[in-house]
C-alpha cells in the first residue's frame, strides 16, 4: 500500500479527529457533494422520463417513419399512395425495421343531437400495433381493426366523449364532404383513450382501414400511407437514409410518388421543445457539480490548515510534497466517496418513490402527463457519479500546492 493512501486512511478513520475543528467543514463538504449529486440524478432521471414519455405518445401516433404520397406530405391534402403486399414486402426488408402498418386518414364531423366536432378518422388494418392504445384506454376495449370489411366501430379519445357526453357502446353520426356531397355514417363507440396529449386527443379517432378507405373514394390498394417502427430510435436519422435511397422518388403504378419523412420531420416543434430539456439539465448539472467543488475546496483548505504541524513533520522527516499533496487528495477522495454514497440514496431514494407512488402530480393539460415521469437508467447515473469524482478530485489538485508553502521548521511550532 502506498505511504500516502495509508496515512489518508489512518486520517479519516483515526478516533482522536472527532472533535478537530475540521470535522464541521469534512461534514458541509460531504453534504456538497452529496446534494448536488441528488439534485442531478433527481434531474436526470425526470428529463429522461419526461421525454421518452412524450416521444413515445408522438411515435404512438404515428410510429417512426412514414412512408407516403409525396404531395401528401408537401401539403395539408390527402392523396393516396398504394400500399399492397409487394410494397410490404419491400418496407419490411429495408434495414432496421422492426414493423409495418398501412393507415388512411379521412376528416370528418361526429355530431349528437347537442354538439358535434370535427375530426381525423385514421383507418388501420388487422396488422396495426395496438400496444400503445391498450396502454392509454380509458373505458371500453379497441375493436379489430380491418382492410376487408367495416364493422361500424369507433375508438375516441376523452376529450371527444367528454365534449359530446358518450361513452363506451355509445351511437353516433358521422357525417363526410367529398367530391360526391355529403355522407352520412353510423358508428359504434367501442372504447375511449387518453394520451393526455391534447393536440392529437382533440383531432384523432380510430377506425376500420376498409371504412376509410371507402370514405375517400380510393381504389382497393390506395392508402394515405405507412407507418414504420425502427429497432432502435437513437439511430433513426441513419435509417431514414435507407428510405430514401430504396423508396422515396419511385413511383406506383398509378404515377403517385412515394416519400418518406421521420416523426422528428412531421412534429417538429415537439422534439424542438424536448430538446431545449437538455440545456436545463445541462445548466443544474453545472451549478451542483460548481457547489460540490467549492465546498470540498473550503475542506481541504481548513484540513490543510489544521494539519500544518504533522505537514511539517512529514517534511522534516524527508517526505516530498508531492507525497503529502497525495495524501490530502486521498482524503479527500474518502470524503467524497461518501457523499456520493449518501447522495445515491437519496436522489435514487427520490426516484424510486416516484416511480412507484406518482406521489407528485402535474397538470396533464400543461405538462401532457397527470404525474412526473421517471426514468432510471443506471450507466448514465454510474456516469455521473465517476464525473462527479473525477471533476471533484481535479479542482482540488490546485489548493493542494498550498502545501508547498508551508516551512517545516516554522510549521513545528504552529498552533
Given at each position: ?16 479527529d ?13 453534504a ?56 410490404m414486402?419491400v418496407?419490411?426488408?429495408?434495414h ?61 379519445s ?14 353516433i ?40 378507405v371507402?370514405l ?12 414504420i417502427?425502427?429497432?432502435d ?15 422515396n422518388r ?5 404515377g ?51 494539519r ?7 517534511k522534516a522527516?524527508?517526505?516530498?510534497n ?26 435514487l431514494?427520490?426516484?424510486?418513490l416516484?416511480?412507484?407512488?406518482g ?6 393539460q ?30 482540488l ?19
Amino acid at each position: 500500500m502506498k505511504l500516502s493512501l495509508f496515512i489518508a486512511k489512518r486520517i479519516y478513520g483515526g478516533e482522536a479527529d472527532k472533535k478537530k475543528v475540521s470535522r464541521p467543514a469534512i461534514r458541509i463538504a460531504m453534504a456538497g457533494v452529496a446534494i448536488g449529486l441528488a439534485v442531478m440524478i433527481v434531474s436526470v432521471c425526470v428529463v429522461l422520463g419526461f421525454k421518452h414519455t412524450i416521444r413515445d405518445k408522438v411515435v404512438g401516433f404515428g410510429s417512426h417513419i412514414q412512408v407516403a404520397n409525396f404531395m401528401t406530405q408537401q401539403s395539408s391534402e390527402e392523396y393516396p399512395i398504394v400500399i399492397d403486399d409487394s410494397m410490404m414486402t419491400v418496407l419490411k426488408g429495408i434495414h432496421g425495421v422492426e414493423h409495418v402498418q398501412r393507415f388512411a386518414d379521412k376528416q370528418g364531423i361526429l355530431k349528437t343531437d347537442s354538439d358535434f366536432l370535427g375530426v381525423m378518422f385514421k383507418g388501420v388494418a388487422q396488422e396495426y400495433d395496438t400496444a400503445f392504445l391498450h396502454k392509454n384506454m380509458v373505458e371500453g376495449s379497441i375493436p379489430r381493426f380491418s382492410d376487408s370489411a367495416s364493422h361500424g366501430k369507433i375508438l375516441i379519445s376523452e376529450y371527444m366523449a367528454d365534449k359530446l357526453k358518450l361513452h363506451a357502446g355509445s351511437r353516433i353520426f358521422a357525417y363526410f364532404i367529398g367530391d360526391g356531397g355529403v355522407r352520412m355514417r353510423r358508428f359504434t363507440i367501442a372504447g375511449v383513450y387518453s394520451t393526455n396529449l391534447s393536440q392529437f386527443d382533440k383531432v384523432m379517432c380510430f377506425t376500420d382501414l376498409y371504412t376509410a378507405v371507402k370514405l375517400n373514394g380510393w381504389e382497393q390498394d390506395q392508402t394515405s400511407g405507412a407507418e414504420i417502427a425502427v429497432s432502435d430510435f437513437e439511430k433513426l436519422d441513419e435509417e431514414a437514409q435507407y428510405f430514401i435511397g430504396k423508396v422515396n422518388r419511385t413511383v406506383d403504378h398509378y404515377g403517385e410518388t412515394y416519400s418518406s419523412k421521420t416523426i422528428k420531420e412531421l412534429s417538429p416543434q415537439i422534439f424542438s421543445w424536448l430538446d431545449l430539456l437538455d440545456l436545463n439539465v445541462w445548466i443544474i448539472m453545472a451549478l451542483m457539480m460548481a457547489v460540490a467543488g467549492v465546498t470540498m475546496i473550503s475542506g481541504l483548505l481548513i484540513i490543510i490548515l489544521e494539519r500544518t504541524t504533522m505537514i511539517g513533520l512529514l517534511k522534516a522527516l524527508g517526505a516530498r510534497n508531492k507525497m503529502i499533496r497525495h495524501t490530502f487528495l486521498w482524503f479527500a477522495v474518502f470524503i467524497i466517496g461518501k457523499g456520493l454514497i449518501i447522495g445515491n440514496i437519496v436522489g435514487l431514494g427520490i426516484c424510486l418513490l416516484q416511480k412507484f407512488t406518482g406521489i407528485v402530480a402535474l397538470d396533464p393539460q400543461t405538462y401532457y402527463v397527470a404525474t412526473v415521469p421517471v426514468e432510471i437508467n443506471v450507466p448514465l447515473i454510474a456516469l455521473l457519479n465517476a464525473a462527479t469524482l473525477i471533476i471533484s478530485v481535479m479542482v482540488l489538485v490546485v489548493p493542494s500546492y498550498l502545501i508547498s508553502h508551508i516551512h517545516p521548521a516554522k510549521s513545528m511550532r504552529y498552533e
